[in-house]
């Protein structure tokens, strides 16, 4: 069955860095090239927010301003992994990590980060 996978997540330091991973199984993600492939977050008693999108087929990203300067959305060179680099961590940035295919609205479960001192 098709779904997305994220990986990646973890504890950080505040100051610290992560990078998320998010593939399709079943499929490659170049599929999903030209509608794009977000990365949302939620907090507990918050709502989910957008925080990156990349549409590589036309190479566009957009970023939350909270995040903007500190992650980057990207993609390798075969267009099989998504990956989110989350520098420069503070505790605010803790949440579920989602990605999601914009195109089929499929979601990964979802990887955990936290960050504390």
């Known amino acids: 069955q098709v779904q997305l996978v994220e990986s990646g997540g973890g504890l950080a330091r505040p100051g610290g860095s992560l990078r998320l991973s998010c593939a399709a199984s079943g499929i490659s993600m170049a599929v999903f090239s030209i509608y794009g492939v977000e990365w949302y977050r939620q907090a507990p008693g918050k709502q989910r927010e957008l925080v990156a999108r990349?549409?590589?087929?036309?190479?566009?990203?957009f970023y939350a301003d909270s995040v903007k300067g500190r992650f980057t959305i990207s993609t390798d060179n075969n267009m099989e992994t998504v990956y989110l680099q989350m520098n420069s961590l503070k505790p605010e940035d803790s949440a579920v990590y989602y990605c999601h295919a914009r195109s089929t609205d499929w979601w990964g479960r979802g990887t955990q980060v936290t960050v504390s001192a």
């Open positions: 990349i549409q590589w087929s036309e190479t566009t990203t």
